[in-house]
């Protein structure tokens, strides 16, 4: 559970002989305002190993890796990397590793932006590829580095050999003259691979490359992943996949509340321990939450739908009650928002509000029918910036506050006073927003439902980027909405903040609901294991399914 | 913002001065009230195009709706029309090529820049086809004279552009209408989210710079007492430099009517000063471009040291 585990794994029997440690990340600090993303967090990486990073949602591994792509600056802590001599190579070759262990002492390095970290031989996949769709392969690959002759006239001959030995080097079948587009999302994440790979690197960072493809792809993607280690190169791979792990995983490193949490050979932890090592905390936060007794029926949604993103979402809302939503990214909560507010269109199923059913067709209709969204991306979608306060509080509310038309003078400051000095806003209402903190611009989002009669909240990631004591404003706002009969939905990737506010609380994944736990029965292992499509550890704590559809049973992705 | 609008005031002041200094005609009454009433079509044109602008969007095709509209105005005259029904006509057309645009970018997605662009180029063919190419003239005196009329000492087209000015002044600032084309050009999605009609709404604002182009037309037509389909050749240009002259962001979300009336003015007073000293209208060119990318430069440039 300490640090000091981490140097117990050194040598791994799978692997062999000692490898050298390339990469040593010591006490990162991170810190945005309002929160710290990391604190204290170590990661020591071998040559040849793939280094497993877990988390869940907002541990910090995101940050960690943009600390060492350079997208981000630390704010202490120590990066040490193995000297680079032993590390060059020619372009277009593949053959270091070899004398990792031979020369060179590690030596601290200061990030300062993406230039240094590619210099040091970092290489990070992101999840979206960077790739020129109409370019080919060998143009993708060599882009800004292309052979040429003079006056800069590119050497195709050269270009094309160049990226043959480097696709055949990587065991890679593709003809380097392929036009990107006309290759699979697999072929182009190697491609993205290659290009990574093609000059000295020696770091590979993988964030969950497998989110998009098929099992096929998969087992081509691990067995390019296990030549890279064959050759020397270190991974640090995340995922939210636990099978992908172990197939292809060394070591472990689990962050939870950007803490360093353990690093240990995969060989030496179960499943069920990880899980818990990733969900467990201290419940320190403590949260407020004031349960009212369920009234009537707000809104109910049956067998929903959204192609590509929703499917088979049924579930209902009562006045005064908070229903919580979890699941990891992508697994189609934000998609269930919006769709409820009317930002985006279902495509099956229906919404029924007070017993009646209603088509939205656009936000507008939502909001007739007493549904005010707090969207996920504030900047995005929930604030005009250069707006003031009152201009945006009063954003939903045009029509009641105009005469024909017309604005009275300094109608919507008027509107907006008591709103600001209910929430407790630390701005006057004639301040542009831009200028106000996350909490108050977050108070300032809410503040626009608040002055209207919405009566179902969706309140999607309230507390993101939301300091300690506005985060228990809120919450308390939650109790007040709950006490005086409005519904809650609450989105959050936070499962203390789920476990401590909901009253129900829904797990979503890939776009369906996987289990229904009560306050009751949810701990954050089950709610993390439904999450991840795990059985859950115990099962007799699961509620049945919600009424009209019991296909939805835990389990059902398998 | 109201450092910039300030900057823009000094501006005009600082080359009124130099012109003063420079030749002594500039600075008569009769030659102000002539820089004025020169600056005023460029200005009414440019109050569509601010609307346009803060929205977020662009209208490449003001010049082209102003010449369509005022071949429709000086058809109708021509064949006897009486001149309200004529005016009305011009309004129609102008508004209706506006909602066309603003439908086009709302409803259909295209960028405003491409649909104005389609919208610039056919509403000029229409107008050469309409009138085969000739100008259309031999209207009787009514329309004449809302040029050649004043009220008090000031001229008939100053008059309709304060009216105008002020009129889509309390628009922009004392409507939720106006509210809406700030919140779409700061934020579209949030607004959307907030429940503003916003496809409503962006096409009424490209209809709104129909409307503005349709105005321009009528004093254009009576001031030249002849309908011409290749008039307003380039107003776009003027319209977007006297607007971001005036301190609106292309990026949308900010920008004022009042910014926009001295950068139209800025830009009227630079072509009279020129042309006063004696200035080849290909030097004039040269300058007015100059002049146009200095303002931004200044512009961006403090922009920059504010944040």
Known sequence: ?558 | MRARRFGTVIGLAVLCAVLWALTPHFLTVSNLLNVVQQTSINAIVAVGMTFVIISGGIDLSVGSIVALSGVALGALLQAGQPLPVAVFAAFAVGVGCGLLNGALVSVGGLPPFIATLGMMSVARGAALVFTEGRPVSGFDEGLRSLATGSVGFIPGPVVVMIVVYVVAHLVLTRTTFGRYVYAIGGNEEATRLSGVAVRFHKTAIYGVSGLMSAVAAIVLTARLNSAQPIAGMMYELDAIAATVIGGTSLMGGEGTLAGTLVGALIMGVLRNGLNLLGVSSFLQQIVIGGVIVGAVLVDTVLKRHRV
């Open chain 1, 1 to 558: 559970m300490t640090t000091a585990e981490s140097q117990e794994g050194r040598t791994d029997p799978g692997r062999g002989a000692q490898a050298a440690t390339v990469l040593e990340m010591h006490g990162i600090r991170k810190a945005f305002p309002g929160v710290v993303a990391l604190d204290g967090v170590d990661l020591t990486l071998d040559a040849g190993e793939v280094h497993m990073l877990l988390g869940e949602n907002g541990a910090g591994k995101s940050t960690l890796m943009k600390i060492l792509s350079g997208a981000y600056r630390k704010d202490a802590g120590e990066i040490r990397i193995l000297g680079p001599s032993t590390l060059r190579e020619p372009q277009g070759r593949l053959e270091h590793g070899r004398e990792t262990t031979a020369l060179g002492a590690s030596r601290t390095v200061d990030i300062q932006g993406p230039r240094d970290a590619l210099a040091l031989g970092i290489r990070i996949i992101y999840q979206e590829l960077n790739l020129v769709p109409h370019l080919s392969v060998a143009e993708n690959i060599f882009l800004g580095a292309a052979p040429t002759r003079w006056l800069g006239v590119i050497d195709w001959r050269r270009l094309s050999e160049m990226t043959s030995r480097l696709l055949n080097d990587l065991g890679m079948d593709i003809a380097p003259a392929t036009p990107l587009h006309r290759l699979s999302l697999a072929q182009r994440q190697m491609v993205e691979i290659a290009k990574a790979l093609k000059d000295r690197a020696s770091i590979l960072v993988m964030d969950e490359p497998t989110s998009a493809l098929t099992s096929r792809e998969v087992d081509q993607l691990f067995a390019l992943i296990a030549r890279l280690v064959a050759r020397g190169v270190a991974i640090v791979y995340i995922t939210h996949r636990l099978d992908e792990v172990y197939r292809i995983g060394h070591r472990v490193t689990v962050l939870r509340d950007g803490r360093h949490i353990t690093t240990k050979l995969l060989s030496e932890v179960t499943v069920a321990e990880l899980v818990r090592l990733m969900a467990n905390r201290d419940l320190g936060d403590h949260f407020p939450r004031q349960r009212t007794t369920p009234g009537k029926e707000l809104l109910r949604v049956e067998q929903l739908g959204r192609r590509g993103a929703l499917c088979d979402i049924s579930f209902c809302l009562r006045a005064g009650e908070v229903v919580g939503i979890a699941g990891l990214l992508g697994a189609g909560r934000s998609e269930l928002a919006r769709v409820l507010a009317g930002a985006d269109r279902s495509d099956a199923g229906r919404i029924l509000c007070d017993n009646n059913v209603v088509t939205f067709r656009t936000p507008a209709d939502a909001i007739r029918r007493g549904i005010g969204l707090l969207p996920e991306d504030r900047k995005a979608e929930g604030l005009v910036a250069g707006l003031t306060v009152a201009r945006n509080l009063a954003l939903p509310h045009g029509r009641q506050l105009a005469r024909f038309g017309f604005l009275p003078g300094r109608c919507e400051e008027r509107f907006a006073e008591p709103v600001v000095k209910d929430l407790r806003v630390k701005a006057t209402a004639t301040q542009p927003v831009r200028l106000l903190s996350g909490g108050n611009q977050q108070k300032v989002v809410l503040g626009k439902w608040l002055a209207g009669d919405a009566r179902i909240f969706i309140f999607d990631e309230p507390t993101r980027g939301v300091d300690v004591g506005a985060k228990v404003e809120i919450y308390n706002l939650m109790n007040r909405l709950t006490a005086s009969g409005a519904g809650i939905i609450m989105i959050s990737s936070e499962l203390p903040e789920l476990l401590g506010m909901s009253d129900r609380i829904l797990v979503m994944r890939r776009g369906r609901i996987q289990a229904e736990f009560s306050a009751a029965g949810a701990t954050q292992e089950r709610v993390l294991s439904a999450a991840l499509g795990l059985a859950s550890p115990a099962p007799s704590g699961v509620e049945g399914p919600v009424p009209s559809d019991p296909g939805n049973a835990v389990g059902v992705e398998g």
